[in-house]
């Protein structure tokens, strides 16, 4: 039996099996979103491992010595995975806008790159977030040859073309699902729409059509990336034959996990138990070291990368939702003595804590919000103050002190996902409220 064909048998028993309980949906899922994370991230070169991978997004753990973007990279492809599976529970339509959106979870804020002109000198490159590329992306292949994508110029037309191709296909009753995603996937490479993340943004694409015709997502393996790279190739070739083939079957592994899992059989492969392990290894190596840290400049530059980051760009989003109500409003970011209100204050104060003259004194950063004069007519003038306060212990650790409460966490550990939300949705709260009391 050819791929495509087993592909779609395994589909109508997995269709029997259906519908599935939601612990088993969970589980699966689980499973299919952290293979996903990993793989998908490392063969663009992320330096995080599965176990990191995996510590990072179930734990909140972060990697010690690794980089915050590669941190960054996993967290907003995760956001972007947990978006696409509300999204394909309806009849949410591809379209544009979303591949942009999509991408913009992605990639969560523009940064710079190191890139060579085409004069051959070394330079730096910004990289734009859910806006197509201004800048050729052309590569050079292994023979010394450019292959050229789109231009910046024709990138535009070329994207409503692919989105007017995808309708009519999709419209199609006759139209093969499996060949459908796999082609978009490979469409959307040619055009290389964006400055950076193309190759996550295209299997997400993938995964995500897939995923609306009732398929689980396909997982690219990073130990197989050399196989897919090429399967790529061949298609920029004008074979693309091999690529669907590629595609089939490894969305058949997926379809045996979705079964074997609907089944209540286990769904752990052989090299789970590796990763298990070296997850294992990881815990104990973090957890020894939480025992032994003090407030030395790196756990404090480790803290600030990883908590403050988060918690001050999601302070500052939250925030400006209600500059419309006031006359004047101004951000700060204070650490001990030091006040930043610029722009680039994160930077800024990330420069003064690298060169602080004595860290075991270092006591605490607090970033403000302040909203001056209401400015609504018929209604009391009255100003706001927002406010998130980081203190920093010498042994047992840090604590966030927010509207009255406090969260302590361990040096080693940083804030999750759910409490930066928790934290911006009570500050959040609390503004909406103290504006209703005073509009009584």
């Known amino acids: 039996m050819q791929p495509i064909e087993e592909a779609l048998a395994l589909k109508e028993e997995l269709d029997a099996l259906r519908p599935l309980t939601k612990e088993q949906e969970d589980i699966i899922m689980q ?53 696409i599976e509300d999204l394909v529970k309806g009849d949410y339509p591809l379209t544009e806008n979303f591949i942009r959106e999509l991408h913009t979870l992605l990639l969560k804020s523009p940064y710079e790159v190191k890139a060579i002109t085409p004069d051959g000198q070394p330079t730096t490159r910004r ?69 950076d993340g193309n190759g996550r943004t295209a299997r997400i694409l ?8 009732g398929y689980p997502p396909v997982i690219i393996r990073t130990e197989d990336k050399e196989n897919y790279f090429f399967a790529l190739q061949q298609a920029d070739a004008g074979i693309i034959e091999p690529f669907i083939t590629y595609i089939s079957q490894n969305l058949i592994r997926s379809l045996q996990i979705m079964i074997s899992g609907a089944k209540g059989e286990s769904i752990n492969e052989p090299d789970d138990i590796d990763k298990e392990i070296a997850l294992l290894e990881h815990r104990l190596k973090s957890s020894s070291e939480v025992l032994k840290l003090r407030k030395t400049k790196e756990v404090l530059l480790d803290v600030y990368d990883n908590s403050v980051a988060k918690l001050w760009n999601a302070f500052l989003i939250a925030n400006r939702k209600f500059d419309r109500f006031y006359i004047h409003t101004k951000a700060a970011l204070n650490l001990d003595a030091y006040r930043f209100e610029s722009n680039t204050a994160f930077v800024e104060g990330r420069e003064i ?62 804030l999750t996902e759910k409490e930066v939300e928790s934290i911006i949705t009570t500050i959040s709260k609390a503004h909406t409220e103290h504006i209703e009391k005073e509009m009584k």
Not at 35 to 54: A, F, H, P, Q, V
Not at 160 to 173: C, F, I, N, P, Q
């Open 31 to 83: 499973k299919f979103r952290l293979d996903w994370n990993y793989n998908s991230n490392n063969l663009e070169g992320n330096s995080l491992t599965y176990g990191e991978t995996k510590a990072l997004l179930l734990h909140g753990i972060t990697a010690q010595g690794k980089p915050l973007k590669d941190h960054f990279e996993i967290t907003g492809h995760d956001e972007a995975i947990k978006w």
């Open 127 to 195: 990289i734009e977030v859910g806006q197509y590329k201004t800048a050729p992306n052309h590569v050079k292949t292994k023979t010394g040859e450019i292959f050229r994508f789109a231009t910046p110029e024709e990138t535009p037309a070329k994207m409503h073309d692919l989105l007017t191709w995808y309708h009519t296909k999709s419209s199609d009753l006759e139209t093969n699902p499996i060949i459908l995603a796999s082609e978009f996937h490979y469409r959307f490479i040619r055009i290389h729409p964006f400055d």
């Open 206 to 213: 993938m995964n995500f059509i897939l995923m609306k015709y």
């Open 353 to 414: 804590l690298e060169r602080y003259d004595d860290h075991t004194a270092f006591n605490r950063i607090y970033m403000e919000y302040r909203f001056e004069r209401f400015n609504r007519e018929n209604f009391r003038n009255f100003d706001y103050y927002s406010i998130i306060i980081f203190h920093f212990d010498l042994v047992d650790g840090y604590s966030v002190e927010y509207q009255g409460k406090k969260l302590k966490k361990k040096y080693g550990m940083q």
